[in-house]
């Protein structure tokens, strides 16, 4: 009863945040960007997440776990790992395990104004692929009731792997890509 | 400083800019246009104190500088440089007489009516904590202007980033940022798009593509924001869409007029240098589009080829999304003139 009425209270505070930056700023999306690289023997995943203003108080309910005001370095990490472990990465039916590589987090006035841009990179590592066609597979699961997505695979550096195909869902919550490697 | 000086300020150095230019037009050479340029950055400089000059003039090795620009007001993405509302007029004015050489006739009267348009957003924000109007432009320069060594002009505020790089008779837009909110507003009576020709341009072309090549340009998901908008440098994604090859002559030149809104903001003869630059690849250029394609909808769209990515993207902050734009251009192999200089 009491984490719901936290839940409402804070919901209420984003609401309340709402026309004072309404004009220039996301409002009650949270802003999901990944852009997947695939080199030789390592897939990374590059995350931008934008807090619109209206979401902005549930997400650092999540990240500040103490509020006291500021993220600190272990809440950071613990933010980026309870993303990682809403995200499912497959390459040809093999469930991949994801590593944090690294995490940027603004200051919570910054993501309080719906422009503040949290960074975060994983990576697994894929090992040597037989050449002929894969296929890598990722479901963001993380927040959905307040999300919009972006999926996009980078164009590969390594001239030995070749991104032939994408696909999404219609919210970019799940994206396919399929690729061949020489 | 209201609407009225800005404009006539505006309007006096358009008549000076045209004159520098038709000078160019004779001598389109790219080296000549950067001659114009460094001259009137010099002219800049020169309006300035001692204390001034140290704020606006950064190392050219300065990376942490290239890349402070953003789409956000000031308030939330603070910029280096001098603030046009710390200048004097005469110094705004010479900032204004810079752009005007450094940039074409529409490219300058587009980054007026961003500015603009900014100005009227200010004076409609009810009391917010954010800022907006003429004010809250930044410039800034990597390096000494010249001839010869390497240097860049920065511009920007709320809704544009302008990234200049000039190296000899090089120079690059590449990575820049324009935006509007609003996207049309009234001024003296008058209608003003800041992105309009853009927008009409491509929904002209993807309503120009049959039913077999709209398959293949459509994207089938929703777009919610520019893909490698600021703070994206050095990301490349796959491109998707329609092939210019796939394309026939005629659809072939409207995308590349399309391109033109923004290789052309720049002075004519490195506008010109750049899209010859485009037509030589045009076949191996994409056209992607998400989104309804009746004329004033909302919809999202990329031009991507190997010497150029430009993204379009309406956001759904709150408001019409369609009076609120955001667009990015990039050079995937020469983003701030980097296959120009020395490592």
Same mark, same amino acid.
């Given at each position: 009863m009491i984490k719901t009425l936290r839940c409402l209270a804070v919901l209420l505070l984003g609401l309340f945040a709402l026309p004072s930056t309404s004009l220039a700023h996301r409002l009650d999306e949270y802003l999901q960007a990944t852009i997947v690289t695939i080199e030789p023997g390592e897939v990374r995943l590059q995350i931008n997440l934008t807090p619109g203003v209206a979401v902005a108080e549930q997400v650092l309910f999540l990240i500040d776990h103490d509020h006291d005001g500021v993220i600190s370095t272990n809440e950071a990490t613990a933010y980026a790992k309870l993303l990682m472990r809403d995200l499912i990465l497959w390459l040809d039916q093999r469930k991949l395990e994801l590593k944090l590589t690294s995490s940027n987090f603004p200051a919570p006035t910054e993501l309080r104004t719906g422009e503040g841009i949290i960074q975060i990179e994983f990576s697994a590592t894929i090992g040597p692929l037989p050449s002929g066609a894969h296929k890598l597979i990722l479901k963001n699961r993380h927040l959905p009731s307040l999300s919009v997505y972006l999926f996009n695979a980078a164009?590969?550096?390594?001239?030995?792997?070749?991104?032939t195909r994408q696909k999404r869902n219609d919210s970019q919550s799940t994206g396919e890509i399929e690729f061949t490697i020489d | 400083m209201t609407a009225k000086i800005i404009l006539a300020s505006a309007l006096s150095l358009y008549i000076a800019s045209c004159e520098l230019n038709s000078f160019a037009q004779g001598n389109p050479a790219t080296g000549k246009a950067t001659g114009e340029i460094a001259n009137a950055a010099n002219k800049f400089l020169a309006t300035l104190d001692e204390g001034q000059r140290g704020k606006v003039v950064f190392d050219f090795k300065d990376e942490a500088q290239r890349k402070?620009?953003?789409?956000? /007001?000031t308030a939330i993405f603070k910029r280096a440089g001098l603030r046009m509302g710390d200048l004097t007029k005469p110094q705004r004015d010479a900032v204004l007489a810079l752009l005007a050489a450094a940039l074409s006739p529409q490219g300058y009267e587009k980054v007026l009516q961003i500015m603009e348009g900014d100005e009227v957003l200010r004076k409609t924000d009810s009391g917010g904590r954010l800022i907006f109007g003429h004010d809250e432009y930044y410039v800034s320069f990597l390096g000494q202007p010249s001839t010869t060594e390497p240097w860049m002009i920065q511009f920007g505020g709320h809704h544009l980033g302008l990234n200049i790089t000039l190296v000899g008779e090089q120079s690059t837009l590449a990575p820049s940022h324009t935006g509007a909110q609003p996207a049309i507003y009234e001024l003296e009576g008058k209608s003003v798009r800041p992105l309009g020709r853009e927008t009409d341009k491509a929904f002209a072309l993807i309503n120009s593509l049959n039913e077999t090549q709209r398959k293949q340009a459509i994207l089938g998901f929703q777009m919610h924001d520019l893909v490698l908008g600021p703070g994206r440098d050095g990301q490349m994604i796959q491109p998707e869409g329609i092939k210019g090859s796939d394309l026939t002559e005629k659809q072939r030149e409207m995308l590349l007029d399309l391109a033109g809104e923004w290789t052309g903001i720049m002075h004519e003869a490195v506008a010109k240098a750049k899209m010859d630059e485009l037509k030589e690849h045009i076949a191996e250029t994409w056209f992607a589009w998400s989104g309804p394609t009746e004329k004033g909808s909302a919809a999202y769209f990329r031009v991507q080829g190997p010497a150029v990515i430009i993204e379009y993207a309406p956001q759904?902050? =709150? =408001?019409? /999304?369609?009076?609120h734009l955001h667009t990015i251009y990039r050079d995937p192999t020469n983003d701030y003139g980097a296959k120009w200089r020395k490592p």
């Open positions: 164009q590969p550096r390594s001239d030995s792997v070749h991104v | 402070r620009w953003s789409n956000f /007001p759904r902050l =709150g =408001g019409d /999304p369609t009076k």
